[in-house]
């Protein structure tokens, strides 16, 4: 079965929150190709999403890499999400108790990552956090994480 353009950019994206990519790396269109065993049309399909999500920048007769944010786009950044997250807590209703336990236990496992400077570990959770468990934002627990773990770079 071919890899879609769609399975490619989830790999990278991958590959950065791991820390397997760092920002301002090359993405070479023939050699990503060859490691997934695809034509560069799909390979340039998924690097184009990826554009579009702000992950990667292209430059012309220079190539693909992964975007390099300065201090402070990044704290702009963790700004936009800290205003957003705010407001799907107060949007949210009541949460379940398993919920609650799973979305404890997703934070010490955070946590720990972050104690340990595991920041590829550490930025995982951040992303499963934000995209698995949006009906769990309504807990007590999430005001302190912003306050606490998603501080903005100085």
Request: aromatic share 6%; with cysteine; net charge positive.
């Amino acid at each position: 079965m071919a890899i879609s353009a769609s399975e490619i950019s989830a790999r990278i994206v991958e590959a950065v929150m791991a820390q397997k990519l760092a920002p301002g790396s090359r993405l070479g269109e023939q050699q990503l190709a060859m490691l997934f065993d695809c034509s560069r049309t799909i390979v340039r399909e998924a690097l184009t999403r990826l554009a579009a999500r702000g992950i990667v920048t292209v430059s012309a007769r220079r190539g693909w890499f992964v975007i390099e944010p300065s201090q402070d786009e990044a704290r702009e950044a963790f700004e936009a999400r800290r205003v957003i997250e705010l407001g799907l807590i107060r949007s949210v209703g009541k949460i379940e108790k398993t919920a609650l336990r799973q979305l404890k236990a997703h934070l010490q496992r955070e946590k720990a990552a972050l104690k340990e400077s595991d920041v590829g570990n550490a930025a995982s959770c951040w992303a499963i956090s934000t995209s698995a468990w949006p009906s769990a934002w309504a807990t007590r627990c999430w005001p302190t994480r912003c306050a606490t773990t998603r501080r903005a770079p100085r």
